[in-house]
């Protein structure tokens, strides 16, 4: 059975209920129940309860922040909030709720947490993590190396590694709709660090991303494994979604204008707006730039 096949259909969260989650990690009581191990920055696992309703939740302060040479010093955590408000203007659900909120340490960005309690001992978590720390290994679904020099059906190359004892492999990944979505995505913010830990399938058939701080940079950084697509005309939907986002964007009375514009620099902002509109006139997947690494490493 191709990977396609095997994918179920996903139904979502209603913007109703990302609205009531929203609340509930914005104003909510935090309590914070232990910190995520392994991740470059500060992450934290917490849970968030207001009304009666609990949510659990990552938190990652400001303050905790490791400084990049290439992004301004202690903003990552706003370019992951600009990146949930920037897919919920597009239409999809494919990044958990994520609100900026003041929290343990100062201001954080504090996001629903998608899988099971990190604290567990759970031998495979798919939870929010941080980089190389969180999901451990890649989605078996999503995600294989082949030793053929082609992908087989049902999968998109994405270009030739080398294992562990030095084996030549093909790298490929799963030709699903879901994760051509998010590939749109990453192109749309100029995702930075699309790895293969950054992709959450959860039991009801959505597919969920995360790790979105290294994003919306003015320069060309586009950095993931889902260049299966590269050239090739956008899905059906997918042009009607963008030019959605593209009047969002132009208004800036709306509130999707003026929350994004609050997370990111006006330099970022019209370079948002510049993708978008490179985008519909081009009615293409981008293709690697050449002046950046194209693909994340770690893999995972």
Same mark, same amino acid.
């Given at each position: 059975?191709?990977?396609?096949?095997?994918? @179920?259909?996903? @139904?979502?969260?209603?913007?109703?209920?990302?609205? !009531?989650?929203?609340?509930?990690?914005?104003?909510?009581?935090?309590?914070?129940?232990?910190?995520?191990?392994?991740?470059?920055?500060?992450?934290?696992?917490?849970?968030?309860?207001?009304?009666?309703?609990?949510?659990?939740?990552?938190?990652?302060?400001?303050?905790?922040?490791?400084?990049?040479?290439?992004?301004?010093?202690?903003?990552?955590?706003?370019?992951?909030?600009?990146?949930?408000?920037?897919?919920?203007?597009?239409?999809?659900?494919?990044?958990? @709720?994520?609100?900026? %909120? !003041?929290?343990?340490?100062?201001?954080?960005?504090?996001?629903?947490?998608?899988?099971?309690?990190?604290?567990?001992?759970?031998?495979?978590?798919?939870?929010?993590?941080?980089?190389?720390?969180?999901?451990?290994?890649?989605?078996? !679904?999503?995600?294989?190396?082949?030793?053929?020099?082609?992908?087989?059906?049902?999968?998109?190359?994405?270009?030739?590694?080398?294992?562990?004892?030095?084996?030549?492999?093909?790298?490929?990944?799963?030709?699903?709709?879901?994760?051509?979505?998010?590939?749109?995505?990453?192109?749309?913010?100029?995702?930075?660090?699309?790895?293969?830990?950054?992709?959450?399938?959860?039991?009801?058939?959505?597919?969920?991303?995360?790790?979105?701080?290294?994003?919306?940079?003015?320069?060309?950084?586009?950095?993931?494994?889902?260049?299966?697509?590269?050239?090739?005309?956008?899905?059906?939907?997918?042009?009607?979604?963008? %030019?959605?986002?593209?009047?969002?964007?132009?208004?800036?009375?709306?509130?999707?204008?003026?929350?994004?514009?609050?997370?990111?620099?006006?330099?970022?902002?019209?370079?948002?707006?510049?993708?978008?509109?490179?985008?519909?006139?081009?009615?293409?997947?981008?293709?690697?730039?050449?002046?950046?690494?194209?693909?994340?490493?770690?893999?995972?």
């Amino acid at each position: 059975m191709s990977a396609p096949e095997r994918i @179920p259909a996903q @139904p979502g969260m209603t913007p109703d209920q990302q609205e !009531e989650t929203g609340k509930i990690l914005a104003h909510g009581r935090l309590t914070v129940l232990g910190r995520i191990p392994g991740a470059s920055n500060t992450v934290l696992y917490a849970t968030a309860e207001l009304g009666g309703r609990t949510v659990p939740c990552v938190c990652k302060p400001v303050a905790g922040e490791r400084p990049l040479w290439d992004f301004p010093e202690g903003n990552l955590a706003r370019r992951e909030v600009a990146a949930y408000e920037v897919c919920r203007a597009l239409g999809w659900d494919l990044v958990p @709720p994520t609100v900026l %909120r !003041e929290g343990p340490g100062g201001e954080t960005m504090c996001q629903l947490w998608v899988g099971p309690d990190p604290l567990a001992g759970d031998p495979e978590p798919a939870g929010e993590g941080e980089g190389e720390g969180d999901a451990g290994a890649a989605p078996g !679904e999503l995600l294989a190396l082949t030793e053929g020099p082609e992908a087989g059906p049902g999968w998109r190359a994405i270009g030739q590694v080398e294992t562990a004892d030095g084996t030549p492999a093909l790298l490929v990944h799963a030709d699903d709709p879901r994760l051509r979505r998010l590939a749109v995505l990453d192109a749309v913010i100029n995702n930075g660090d699309r790895k293969g830990g950054h992709l959450l399938p959860q039991p009801d058939g959505r597919l969920l991303g995360i790790d979105h701080g290294v994003t919306f940079h003015t320069e060309d950084k586009l950095r993931t494994l889902l260049w299966g697509w590269a050239g090739e005309p956008l899905p059906d939907g997918v042009p009607q979604a963008l %030019r959605t986002l593209a009047d969002a964007l132009a208004d800036p009375a709306g509130a999707p204008a003026a929350r994004i514009a609050e997370l990111i620099s006006p330099a970022e902002y019209t370079a948002l707006r510049e993708r978008v509109a490179d985008l519909l006139r081009a009615g293409r997947h981008p293709r690697p730039g050449g002046e950046w690494p194209a693909i994340p490493w770690p893999l995972i």
